[in-house]
């Protein structure tokens, strides 16, 4: 009667917050609310097959391959994650499992797979859950699903769905809450439906300094009450700017959260940059060619020194133009990553 084997694949993108998570507390819960513009192209494509064992056995059993190769470098993480979610998935320790997963980006390109990977992971876990439990409904599935990817990678509960995502309790968002993330449930202006993301890649080597490091130092940080404060603010102001499409309002708002973020690493202890000169060069050559042109175009950060540019579809032959005379001489390699807004996560 009960599950025995089985294959499940899942493609999750990557997502860019607008306004930043950066500093948690205990069990990954959000030190503020954040929201993102879910990916499209930059994903991670995971399948785990999941096989029964005689028995339940003290430890987790799997396999990791990555691009086809095993990984054993990769197994702690997932050991630590598959510790962090045990509670809420008791039947893991029954199974022995294969994880397969690639990305679409570039490896060690700087854009962090964590969200798109943690993601399609808590996906295929679900799917065995519900092989086992046939009855929960597609709604507990996707909400469970981003339960477990927070418990990952905090910005991976927001890359289960599309294309606008909140996570963390915040008083003008119904629903919102610090254990998932959430579709923005009101109507936004049609100018966001189609919003693009070119990440123009500064620097591909490690960071300096990981993410876990970063969001930990957020607690000896003297600035850090007034950053939580500011992205709440941030975010309640957001709400109308969404529903209105009021862009110079938008890029304002998503320029002052990427230099906050980076702000509160300035005044870390120890303190860390994880722009690069060509970081700063880029966002320079973007405030002169909006000043000049008029184009709405901003940019934003994540924790490294890509530069994530987002502007309206329709803009997208001069800006292509604009990379290729004036900005790909920053890049590495000159590479960059054409993207748009996306509607999540699928089943394959
Ligand atoms: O999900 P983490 O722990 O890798 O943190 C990501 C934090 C930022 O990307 C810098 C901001 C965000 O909200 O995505």
């Given amino acids: 009667e009960d ?5 499940s694949t899942w493609r999750a993108p990557s997502n860019i917050a607008l306004v930043k998570y950066w500093g948690k507390k205990e069990n990954q819960i959000p030190a503020n609310p954040s929201i993102s513009f879910t990916l499209n192209n930059c994903h991670t494509l995971t ?51 294969k994880i397969e997963s690639e990305n679409s980006f570039p490896h060690s390109s700087g854009i962090a797979s964590s969200a798109s990977g943690m993601s399609a992971l808590s996906l295929c876990i679900m799917d065995l859950e519900k092989n086992i439990y046939p009855g929960i409904s597609e709604d507990y599935f ?28 915040h008083q003008e968002i119904e629903g919102s809450s610090d254990l998932f993330g959430i579709n923005f449930p009101y109507k936004t202006h049609e100018v966001f439906k189609s919003y693009r993301d070119i990440i123009l890649l500064v620097d591909k080597g490690a960071k300096q300094v990981s993410s876990t490091v970063g969001h930990d130092l957020m607690h000896g940080n003297p600035y850090a009450e007034a950053r939580f404060e500011q992205a709440n603010k941030n975010l ?12 110079s309002a938008f890029i304002e708002l998503v320029e002052s959260e990427a230099l906050s973020l980076h702000a509160v690493m300035l005044s870390s202890l120890p303190y860390f940059i994880l722009m690069k000169p060509n970081t700063l060069e880029i966002i320079n050559r973007i405030w002169a060619f909006r000043k000049l042109t008029g184009i709405p175009v901003c940019f ?11 502007y309206p579809e329709e803009n997208e032959i001069k800006i292509l133009d604009f990379i290729k005379d004036q900005l790909v001489a920053y890049c590495e390699k000159g590479q960059y990553i054409c993207d748009k807004i996306g509607g999540g996560a699928k089943r394959i």
């Fill in 300 to 310: 934003t950060l994540d924790a490294g020194a890509n530069v994530h540019m987002l």
């Fill in 47 to 97: 399948s785990v097959t999941f096989s029964k064992k005689d028995a339940k056995t003290e430890n987790f059993s799997f396999e990791f391959y990555f691009e086809g190769k095993k990984k054993e470098s990769f197994k702690p993480k997932i050991i630590q994650f598959f510790r962090r979610i045990e509670q809420y998935c008791p039947y893991l320790k029954y199974f022995s499992l």
């Fill in 142 to 169: 996707l909400k469970k699903a981003s339960f477990l990817a927070r418990l990952g990678s905090g910005s991976a509960c927001r890359s289960i769905e599309g294309n606008l995502v909140v996570w963390g309790n």
């Fill in 236 to 247: 309640s102001k957001l709400i109308p700017i969404l529903k209105s499409g009021d862009l």
């Fill in 3 to 7: 599950f025995k084997s089985g294959k």
